[in-house]
């Protein structure tokens, strides 16, 4: 939890130092943008019941909610700071471990936070504008699931931490004005997690943790949304 808002405190502070720096005429826009359908994955090695055993899963984010900012540019507006926070709704498609298949239909949401080196270019005088952060990833969220057969309900919960690096390329049209259309993509790779599994049988739960060994979290989801500029 500490490093929950450690992180939180730091993507803040990113935030209004970006906006101190804009009122000196630098280059800032906040984005208002919401996410397609994508596409996740993960592997990783972790607890199961008497030996550590292979997982793997499929994940079809969509809707997800952001706003982030491409601020305080130096160097004629090259160099900047790129922080973003976003609710991520998904979906589970396809679950395993060591081979065998969970048809359980999880569904889940994150709560993501980024900060990071930013780049941005003119492309000529078209108005139109790239930018792309290199950012540290964190995601704090919950997969969920209940099944019922005859008279016992099941209900699955399985919380996550995630932790890696970003790559947030996007374009924004109409960038000399007040008004900006964007669209962008953001592409995770997570290489630390952490994973604890609750299962609830008729009011009675059971904890373990699966302690991820070899992670590599990778997502793909495309954005597009409103971009609000300001300064020059």
């Known amino acids: 939890m500490n490093l929950k808002k450690i992180f939180a405190a730091a993507v803040l502070c990113g935030t209004i130092a970006a906006g101190a720096f804009a009122s000196d005429n630098h280059t800032c826009g906040i984005d208002i943008a919401s996410g397609l359908v994508g596409y996740e994955s993960t592997t990783f090695t972790g607890n199961y019941p008497l030996r550590r055993r292979d997982y793997s899963y499929v994940g079809v984010p969509f809707l997800s909610l952001k706003v982030n900012t491409y601020d305080c540019f130096l160097l004629n507006d090259l160099l900047g700071i790129y922080a973003s926070i976003g609710i991520n709704p998904e979906a589970m498609v396809d679950f395993g471990v060591s081979g065998d298949r969970d048809s359980s239909a999880w569904v889940g949401v994150g709560i993501e936070f980024m900060v990071g080196p ?36 099941t209900k699955k919960t399985r919380e996550y931490s995630s932790f890696g690096v970003g790559l947030t390329p996007q374009f924004r049209f109409f960038a000399n004005r007040r008004c900006s259309l964007v669209v962008g993509a953001d592409f995770i790779f997570d290489f630390v997690m952490k994973l604890k599994q609750k299962t609830e049988v008729n009011g009675n739960t059971t904890t373990f943790n699966i302690e991820p060994k070899n992670v590599f979290r990778f997502r793909a989801l495309p954005y597009i949304g409103l971009g609000i500029n300001f300064g020059n």
């Open 118 to 153: 930013a780049i941005g270019l003119d492309l000529g005088d078209s108005g139109i504008r790239f930018q792309t952060g290199v950012p540290f990833h964190a995601e704090f969220g919950a997969f969920f699931d209940e099944e019922k057969k005859l008279d016992v309900t």
